[in-house]
């Protein structure tokens, strides 16, 4: 999200910045915020309630972030000016500090997006800065921005069962007429197809509203569609494009004992690593001047709705890749082998049906896995990730049963959950996984953690529409073999 903070700044040292990323990581904000935080001088002690501030202000920014109205370097200038709100309260009030630094955010920017109105634009207290600020209202109530409201009366029609609030008023207006209000030319209950004012689409306010209620949708159909197999990998940040390199550090954990007079041994540290990017997808999509005059919003809905699917469709599909490359075996490793292989103890020597005892074994395996050292670390099974062919087995394999006798009982039952996905084009391979982190296999990352599918807008020339670009910033890969076990099925 942010450029390095302060050339020449004093660098924190390892022990502060673990400590504000540590918080940040609980507040769910991307990494660069705990750097920044480092910067101020957040101490450990206000680092948690400081973090929940920002991450009021990251959720009140994202919107305007992905429409482009904000920047980085205005990002950058609103957190600054927040942590400093932060840091000037004086109380043990965590909430009192979040709330100054959220609004604090809010005031900044407000103040960044009115000043880059177009001249002779007169701001309202409805669209000054097109954010609400908690803690801030206009009389006991705060008030939503025209195009927020806009984007709720859009949403009433776009989505099935959404009930308008804040935007009532535009639920049954006509794309044309919204247009034209947003652009200043008033409102009368009819419309006039022949001009469309300032541009093919009104002004910025009809298109923050389009953007708005055009990712609400994106998002929920995105969110519906997500991968299984995602539900085993862990998110890790990506600040760039580099590859992220990712280092397991084991050895020199068994202490050993100590004589009387006698002298303490050193450990030896051992260390290996994987790596793996972050790449961009993407596609464009546009609502034409024509759909505009005929107020046909529900091509509009659809291409929302499609390219949401589309971007679960992507991610769905890498993580299959990769555990179905090499015909199967997973992607060689650093130690040149491939994910799934003989002396990495997390492949079966034969293949077999899904039971208890495949699954058994499955389990075994897992659990006699070493660290780099040869240590016993302990894994957990507690994922199954099958193919649609498998899951009625994988479902029994893990039910809970009343039990006559010991010989009954299913000792999977409230151990394992069943993932099913229907991009593992094999019909009887299947695999076992521990929680993810526990210990690191499966992980994934979006670019300065910005989760999901992210949409930008601006008006066409060459053609008369709205464009809608839809981005993805994306990647994943295995960093350890521990975690995982395949059986090729039989």
């Known amino acids: 999200m942010f450029d390095n903070p302060k050339p020449g700044a004093v660098q924190p040292s390892a022990r502060h910045l673990a ?20 910067e ?21 920014t994202e919107t305007f972030v992905n429409s482009g109205r904000l920047d980085q370097a205005a990002m950058l200038r609103i957190t600054r000016h927040a942590l400093k709100a932060g840091a000037a309260i004086t109380t043990d009030d965590s909430a009192a500090r979040a709330q100054a630094i959220a609004v604090a955010a809010g005031e900044e920017a407000q103040a960044i997006m009115a000043a880059a109105e177009p001249p002779g634009r007169t701001a309202r207290p409805s669209d000054a800065g097109a954010l609400i600020v908690p803690g801030r209202a206009v009389g006991n109530q705060a008030v939503p921005s025209r195009a927020e409201a806009m984007a709720d009366g859009l949403l009433a029609r776009m989505q099935a069962g959404h009930v308008p609030s804040h ?13 034209r209000l947003a652009n200043g030319g008033g ?28 990712n609400k949708v994106l998002l929920d159909s995105y969110e519906a569609s997500e991968s299984q197999i995602k539900k085993a990998s862990r998110q890790v940040s990506a600040p760039d494009f580099r590859p992220i390199n990712t280092v397991r550090v084991s ?53 929302s709705r499609m390219f949401g ?57 897992m659990r006699r896995q070493k660290g780099l050292s040869g240590e016993a670390i302990q894994v957990q099974p507690a994922l199954l990730v099958v193919p649609p062919e498998l899951e009625t087995t ?32 094999s019909a009887t391979r299947w695999y076992l996984a521990a929680k993810p982190g526990r ?39 295995f960093v350890d073999h521990r975690a995982w076990y395949m059986n090729p099925g039989a």
Do not use: W
């Open 167 to 179: 935007g009532r008023e535009y639920a049954s207006m006509r794309l044309d007429d919204m247009a």
């Open 40 to 60: 101020a001088g957040v101490t450990a002690a206000t680092a948690e309630a400081t973090a929940q501030g920002l991450a009021q202000l990251h959720q009140m």
């Open 187 to 214: 409102y009368a209950g009819r419309r006039s197809g022949a001009t469309m004012f300032g541009g093919a689409m009104g002004n910025d306010d009809f298109r923050s509203a389009l953007a708005i209620a055009s």
């Open 251 to 303: 050895g020199g954990v068994e202490l050993g004992k100590v004589q009387e007079n006698g002298e303490f041994t050193a450990g030896v540290i051992n260390d290996a690593g994987e790596a793996f990017a972050v790449e961009t997808y993407g596609k464009i999509f546009a609502l034409t001047r024509q759909a505009l005059v005929n107020d046909d919003l529900g091509s509009f809905e659809q291409s």
């Open 439 to 477: 210990p690191d296999g499966l992980q994934h990352a979006y670019l300065d953690g910005a989760t999901g599918p992210q949409v930008f807008t601006r008006e066409g020339f060459e053609v008369d529409a709205t464009e809608f670009k839809v981005r993805l910033d994306f990647g994943c890969g």
């Open 309 to 365: 699917q589309g971007a679960a469709l992507t991610e769905a599909r890498l993580f299959a890749g990769l555990l179905e490359m090499n015909a199967g075996a997973g992607p060689t490793l650093s130690d040149g082998r491939t994910l799934f292989h003989a002396d990495h103890g997390n492949r079966a020597a034969s293949g077999g049906v899904l039971s208890i005892v495949t699954l058994s074994a499955a389990r075994v395996a």
């Open 19 to 38: 400590q504000m990323r540590l918080a940040a990581s609980k507040a769910g904000i991307p990494a660069q915020y705990a750097e920044l935080m480092a």
């Open 394 to 425: 994988a479902q029994q394999l893990v039910a809970e049963i009343t039990a006559a006798s010991v010989d009954e009982v299913n000792p999977f039952t409230d151990t394992l959950g069943v993932l099913v996905d229907a991009h593992l084009t």
